[in-house]
């Protein structure tokens, strides 16, 4: 069943970032709302990976 699919991606995606804890995630999509600091900034400022900030990015995009 599809539910199942999509609950499975979900874990994934879920595993694969369990090291930005929920504290690092908001700081980072505070960051992103500030469109003077580009994604690389940001990781640095946060102490993230490029990838990081990117996944976060697209996470709120995405949602948005």
Do not use: W
């Not at 995606?13 to 980072?28: A, G, P, R, S």
């Not at 940001?42 to 996470?59: K, P, S």
Request: with cysteine; glycine share 2%; hydrophobic share 40%.
């Amino acid at each position: 069943p599809l539910s199942c699919y999509n609950k499975e991606n979900e874990t994934k995606e879920v595993t694969k970032m369990t090291h930005i804890n929920f504290d690092t995630y908001q700081l980072i999509c505070d960051l992103l709302d500030n469109d003077d600091l580009d994604l690389a900034d940001i990781a640095m400022m946060v102490g993230v990976t490029l990838a990081d900030v990117q996944y976060v990015d697209r996470a709120e995009n995405d949602v948005m």
